[in-house]
């Protein structure tokens, strides 16, 4: 059965403090994606990791992707407020065809 | 900018009625997408469409149906609605290379 994880589904973090956030997959992707729901909105596209190795940085976020390991990574580096969101991961697995299948979510506070 | 709409931001519907879920892009994408999205389970593809009249189940297709006539509209048919569909309904478009989905705001359906 297809898998995608994420870990954790709830993370509360102070300002200035750094965390990652890990999404695991249990099927070959040839890409690898990261979107960001603010509260009633709708998902905006932060990232695409199209290869292994590949690292992507925007702000305060960088993500990295191991497809040998199936895992990829969004790492919060001295977070503020404005992060504040839900953040998804989305594989695109190989016998999928066009289709993406999404981490259930994690919900990130940033405490002032 | 890319830019995909629905019909509706809230709808309430009683339980039994058929509810029609409107999505227009406007990007001239083949591909098309309906998810829902419940807390704890991130978002489920219910149907998608690569062409125009061509459909093709995703992961929760029982108790939808739905119908593209126009290579820009992509409609999500509830025919009975039941109070277990309940939720946001998320609407998508890409091009079949991606990489990325495009998403709409979001129709938050409530069924009572």
């Known amino acids: 059965e297809l898998k995608v994880e994420q870990n954790p589904l709830f993370l509360s973090m102070q300002e200035g403090k750094n965390y990652t956030i890990y999404c695991n997959y249990s099927t070959t992707s040839d890409r690898l994606y990261w979107y960001r729901q603010d509260p009633g909105k709708s998902l905006e596209s932060l990232f695409v990791l199209l290869s292994n190795g590949a690292v992507k940085q925007e702000g305060r976020l960088m993500a990295s992707l191991d497809t040998k390991a199936r895992l990829s990574t969004l790492h919060i580096t001295a977070a503020v407020h404005d992060l504040s969101a839900t953040y998804f991961c989305?594989?695109?697995?190989?016998?999928?065809?066009?289709?993406?299948?999404f981490g259930a979510g994690t919900i990130l506070r940033v405490k002032s | 900018d890319v830019k995909v709409t629905q019909s509706s931001r809230y709808l309430v519907k009683r339980t039994g009625e058929k509810v029609f879920l409107e999505c227009v892009q406007d990007?001239?994408?083949?591909?098309m997408f309906w998810y829902r999205q419940d807390p704890g389970l991130g978002l489920r593809l219910i149907y998608f469409s690569y062409d125009v009249k061509m459909k093709e189940k995703g992961d929760i297709p029982e108790g939808y149906s739905v119908s593209r006539e126009k290579k820009e509209r992509f409609s999500l048919i509830l025919e009975s609605a039941s109070t277990n569909q309940t939720s946001m309904y998320l609407c998508?478009?890409?091009?079949?290379?991606?990489?990325?989905?495009?998403f709409g705001p979001g129709t938050r359906l409530t069924v009572l």
């Open positions: 998508a478009s890409s091009r079949p290379s991606g990489p990325w989905e495009f």
């Open positions: 990007m001239d994408h083949e591909n």
């Open positions: 989305a594989v695109h697995p190989m016998e999928y065809g066009n289709k993406l299948v």
